[in-house]
């Protein structure tokens, strides 16, 4: 029998991740995914179906010592995925002239800089035919930002994507697949109950999209159907 492809999805203690966890378990992968505490999750209720094909780890990515901790927890192994999925909205309503300095550093570390900090700690984990992703938004993206609304959370992600795109750029040539996924606005604690779409109509869509994309080498934004998003 092959080997199962492995992924490590951070960020999966409930919502869009522990969803990412499940599908890819679902579809017979090998499953390494993070919770922050030492509280039981969702993910937790997942790892005892899940025929000990999930290993639950811990970090919080905005603690340096928590990643350097999993990333020697995890030195030798290999990841055809890595999903950085971990992110915030914090009083996402206000404009910016309201959103205040701890509130907008907050959502810029653990949305930005946070992802990042793990993309570059960890991707030497990520083989050549393997996929290095970051869940972005929508809401991203600068040219369709017509609308307005959740400023500093899309400054976030903007900023996110940008940084993405300077790993990119100093990775030109590198064969790994590169992904900013938006997942449409979802019914999560963060997406709220008004939200277009189930997770169930977002997250296989996502992963479908990230498994059409194996092999393919450079960094596209795009969203849970597969399509291009704008920068
Ligand atoms: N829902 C949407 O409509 C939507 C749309 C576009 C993009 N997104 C993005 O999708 C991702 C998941 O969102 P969601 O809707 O599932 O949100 P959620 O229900 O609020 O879940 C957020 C997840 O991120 C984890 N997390 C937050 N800060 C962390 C940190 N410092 N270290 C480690 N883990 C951390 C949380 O862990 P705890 O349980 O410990 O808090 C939780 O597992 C986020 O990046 C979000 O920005 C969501």
């Given amino acids: 029998m092959?080997?199962?492809?492995?992924?490590?999805?951070?960020?999966?203690?409930?919502?869009?991740?522990?969803?990412?966890?499940?599908?890819?378990?679902?579809?017979?992968?090998?499953?390494?995914?993070?919770?922050?505490?030492?509280?039981?999750?969702?993910?937790?209720?997942?790892?005892?179906?899940?025929?000990?094909?999930?290993?639950?780890?811990?970090v919080d990515i905005d603690i340096a010592h928590d990643?350097?901790?999993?990333?020697?927890?995890?030195?030798?192994?290999?990841?055809?995925?890595?999903?950085?999925?971990?992110g915030i909205?914090?009083?996402?309503?206000?404009?910016?002239g309201k959103v205040g300095t701890e509130d907008f550093i907050r959502m810029m570390v653990t949305n930005a800089l946070s992802p990042m900090r793990v993309i570059e700690s960890f991707e030497s984990l990520v083989p050549p035919d393997g996929a290095i992703a970051a869940m972005s938004s929508e809401l991203g993206s600068v040219g369709d930002n017509v609308d307005g609304g959740w400023e500093a959370y899309r400054a976030s992600k903007a900023a996110l994507n940008t940084l993405m795109r300077s790993f990119a750029a100093r990775h030109a040539g590198d064969p790994r697949t590169l992904l900013l996924i938006a997942p449409g606005w979802v019914r999560t604690?963060?997406?709220g109950p008004d939200a277009l779409l189930s997770i169930e109509e977002s997250i296989p869509r996502v992963v479908d999209t990230v498994s059409a994309q194996a092999g393919k080498a450079g960094l596209r934004y795009l969203d849970y159907r597969g399509q291009v998003v704008p920068w």
Avoid: C
């Avoid at 901790?69 to 995925?81: E, I, K, P, S, V």
């Avoid at 909205?89 to 910016?96: G, R, S």
């Fill in 67 to 86: 990643v350097a901790a999993l990333r020697r927890q995890l030195n030798g192994r290999r990841f055809d995925l890595l999903f950085v999925n971990a």
């Fill in 189 to 191: 604690d963060m997406g």
């Fill in 2 to 58: 092959p080997t199962p492809s492995t992924a490590l999805i951070i960020g999966a203690s409930r919502g869009l991740g522990l969803a990412l966890a499940a599908e890819y378990l679902k579809r017979g992968w090998h499953v390494v995914a993070t919770v922050r505490g030492n509280r039981p999750t969702p993910l937790h209720d997942l790892a005892a179906t899940a025929g000990g094909r999930l290993e639950i780890a811990r």
């Fill in 89 to 96: 909205a914090l009083q996402p309503e206000l404009p910016i």
